[in-house]
């Protein structure tokens, strides 16, 4: 399973995008980018911050959340989460 890495438009957490739900929410499917901005996405909400320049995410917590794809902003490139 693949999964499409974010951040939350509104307060700018890491989200990790695993599941297309579609836009009614009964589907369920690997996310392909682009985000889709009427389609629900399933996945993981970190509570972290990057660390200076590196590709190292710290976080505390990690829950689920579902967004629509107009409340999440793409952010391409390779991450390496450290749990704090």
Known sequence: MGF???KVKADGRLFLASIDKGVDGNDFRDPLPPLDPKKIYWGHLMEG???????????AEVGSADFKGEELENTPGEFRLVKF
């Open 49 to 59: 911050s990057a660390v200076h320049q590196s590709p190292w995410v710290e976080y």
């Open 4 to 6: 499409i890495t974010t």
